[in-house]
Structure formats: structure tokens, C-alpha cells
């Protein structure tokens, strides 16, 4: 991703659809998401941990809307083909 520039329009186009739809904050978004000071290993480590924080509030945001645990959501997931980390 890094590589082809893929990461910054990720964080483009996130801010993009916040500040279209007016659903989120898209300045304090900015600042959680861009982590252009940071290269190399440090900057994709910081990328997954990003990833790994917004994934768990899906997976919340879904239990919460079907009324069940969250390692419920997490096991239906595993059972669909998606790897559990």
C-alpha cells in the first residue's frame, strides 16, 4: 500500500466521506489516521494497530445491533473464512 501511495488515498477518501456525510468528525480523524511522519516498519505497525482499534468497534457495533456477544460475532466471522488473530 505504502508503496503506491494507497494509504494516503485510503485517508483521503475516509475524510472525504466524513466531511460529505457529516457522520463523523473528519478533523480529529485526520489526526488518528495520518501517520505520514512515520516511516517504514514503525509507520505499517502504526497502520495495523489503527486497523486492529477500528475492527474491534465494528465487531462491538455489530454485537450491539444483533443483540449478541462480541466473541459471538467474532466466531461467525471465523466460521465465514475470516482469520481470528
Not at 16 to 40: I, Q, Y
Not at 70 to 80: C, P, T
Request: proline share 1%; aromatic share 4%.
Amino acid at each position: 500500500m505504502i508503496a503506491n501511495d494507497l494509504d494516503k488515498k485510503l485517508v483521503d477518501r475516509t475524510i472525504e466521506l466524513a466531511k460529505r456525510t457529516g457522520k463523523f468528525g473528519w478533523k480529529k480523524l485526520r489526526v488518528a489516521l495520518d501517520s505520514s511522519p512515520l516511516e517504514g516498519a514503525g509507520r505499517v505497525e502504526d497502520t495495523w494497530n489503527l486497523i486492529g482499534r477500528a475492527m474491534s468497534k465494528v465487531v462491538n457495533a455489530v454485537s450491539l445491533a444483533l443483540g449478541v456477544e462480541s466473541a459471538q460475532v467474532i466466531d461467525q466471522g471465523a466460521a465465514n473464512g475470516f482469520e481470528r488473530r
